[in-house]
């Protein structure tokens, strides 16, 4: 049985991601992007960072941002992980000789082969909903009939992703991971214990249906 990886994106306090660690996550969202709310600052992103348990992986998320500023968080915080939310071609994915993962927003015209084959040497494409306004955790799902099966780069499937739903997803996309932010908080940038038990519970189920 293949287990489904999890990633719970958003976390603003070193507490809940260490219980979202207890409970069997494999990584831990930080988000570096000042226009959203569940923004941290570097010193709070480390004192997280620094708080999980190995094998446990710290994601730094980044919109769109200065090569200076990634700089900057990647001397300060222990990030295993890179992930690129907004326009970022791949060279500027790549720059940093790090791991990355790739989100691609499905707007009307995305061609996930196409951008499989642009991003070819990332870790995954995480695939999340287009919104007008928002760049990522709005809370909404998209058609998953639209994620073709044979993507030759693994699968993180974000967007509107919570209890109710994951099993489902899983076992319609067969991802390699899931990720999700809203589904698990009580308000923005605070995580629910009980919804991310629910929530990894339900991953469970979808992997063995
Ligand atoms: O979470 C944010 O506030 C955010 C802001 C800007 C860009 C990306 C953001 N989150 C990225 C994630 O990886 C979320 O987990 C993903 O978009 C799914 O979010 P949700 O639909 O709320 O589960």
Same mark, same amino acid.
């Given at each position: 049985?293949?287990?489904?990886?999890?990633? $719970?994106?958003?976390?603003?306090?070193? =507490?809940?991601?260490?219980? %979202? /660690? @207890?409970?069997?996550?494999?990584?831990?969202? #930080? !988000?570096?992007?000042?226009?959203?709310?569940?923004?941290?600052?570097?010193?709070?992103?480390?004192?997280?960072?620094?708080?999980?348990?190995?094998?446990?992986?710290?994601?730094?998320?980044?919109?769109?941002?200065?090569?200076?500023?990634?700089?900057?968080?990647?001397?300060?915080?222990?990030?295993?992980?890179?992930?690129?939310?907004?326009?970022?071609?791949?060279?500027?994915?790549?720059?940093?000789?790090?791991?990355?993962?790739?989100? $691609?927003?499905?707007?009307?015209?995305? =061609?996930?082969?196409?951008? %499989? /084959? @642009?991003?070819?040497?990332?870790?995954?494409? #995480? !695939?999340?909903?287009?919104?007008?306004?928002?760049?990522?955790?709005?809370?909404?799902?998209?058609?998953?009939?639209?994620?073709?099966?044979?993507?030759?780069?693994?699968?993180?499937?974000?967007?509107?992703?919570?209890?109710?739903?994951?099993?489902?997803?899983?076992?319609?996309?067969?991802?390699?991971?899931?990720?999700?932010?809203?589904?698990?908080?009580?308000?923005?940038?605070?995580?629910?214990?009980?919804?991310?038990?629910?929530? $990894?519970?339900?991953?469970?189920?979808? =992997?063995?249906?």
């Amino acid at each position: 049985m293949t287990r489904t990886r999890v990633k $719970i994106c958003g976390f603003t306090r070193p =507490d809940d991601a260490v219980a %979202a /660690a @207890r409970l069997g996550v494999d990584a831990v969202g #930080l !988000v570096f992007h000042p226009q959203s709310p569940r923004h941290v600052s570097v010193e709070r992103a480390r004192e997280i960072a620094s708080a999980l348990p190995a094998f446990v992986t710290a994601v730094g998320l980044f919109v769109d941002a200065q090569p200076k500023v990634i700089e900057q968080v990647l001397a300060q915080v222990p990030l295993g992980l890179l992930q690129f939310h907004g326009h970022e071609p791949p060279e500027a994915c790549r720059r940093y000789g790090r791991p990355y993962i790739k989100a $691609i927003r499905m707007a009307a015209d995305v =061609d996930l082969e196409r951008e %499989a /084959a @642009r991003y070819h040497d990332s870790c995954g494409l #995480l !695939v999340d909903t287009w919104h007008p306004v928002a760049a990522g955790g709005t809370g909404e799902r998209f058609d998953w009939a639209r994620i073709p099966g044979d993507l030759p780069l693994p699968v993180i499937l974000a967007g509107g992703l919570a209890p109710d739903n994951v099993a489902a997803a899983i076992r319609q996309v067969r991802p390699w991971a899931v990720d999700v932010s809203s589904g698990v908080e009580s308000a923005k940038g605070i995580k629910d214990p009980a919804r991310m038990a629910a929530f $990894i519970r339900e991953v469970r189920h979808g =992997d063995s249906t």
